[in-house]
């Protein structure tokens, strides 16, 4: 049994909340006991955060997260999840804080980064430019931002093509 202070992954909390010998005879038995203790680590603020975090949580799982907690520790955790799905990150881009944590992302899909170099906010804009990943036409675009930080800081980046 793992000790709760000890657990860091989503993992270890499975493996908190598991027991360690099931009482379950049948396939189906197993599903209906695997399925409480799903519901029972669900129902954990720290569980939900760590499997938001933790790049093995499948797809749907992460769905159902995004959904259900409106918690932007959460949401950060999903923005910086690289198994999270583009429209799930569009949904979060909503949010004026998780769209600064998406906009630093190494793993938001073009598409995404491209909305937000329109974004009215300069801190989010400065965000995109320092993005390593941000593709050379956006940095382009943003080395001409009416913003000093902006274009400074999509200046610096390496990826920016030297005529801009």
């Avoid at 909503?94 to 938001?108: H, Q, S």
């Avoid at 675009?141 to 093509?161: C, E, Y």
């Amino acid at each position: 049994m793992i000790n709760a202070s000890a657990v860091e992954t989503a993992s270890d909390w499975v493996r908190l909340f598991l027991p360690e010998t099931t009482r379950a005879t049948s396939a189906a038995e197993l599903l209906t006991e695997l399925a409480q203790v799903l519901r029972q680590l669900l129902r954990n603020p720290g569980v939900r955060l760590a499997l938001a975090n933790d790049p093995h949580t499948p797809p749907q799982l992460l769905r159902l997260l995004a959904r259900q907690d409106g918690r932007e520790d959460l949401g950060v955790g999903l923005v910086r999840n690289p198994s999270t799905p583009t429209d799930i990150l569009f949904s979060l881009a909503r949010n004026e804080y998780l769209r600064r944590a998406l906009a630093y992302n190494l793993g938001a899909p073009p598409i995404l980064l491209a909305a937000l170099v329109s974004d009215w906010d300069p801190a989010i804009r400065r965000a995109v430019a320092r993005n390593p990943r941000t593709p050379t036409a956006l940095l382009s675009k943003l080395t001409r931002d009416p913003d000093f930080w902006v274009r400074h800081s999509a200046a610096l980046n390496p990826s920016t093509p030297p005529a801009a």
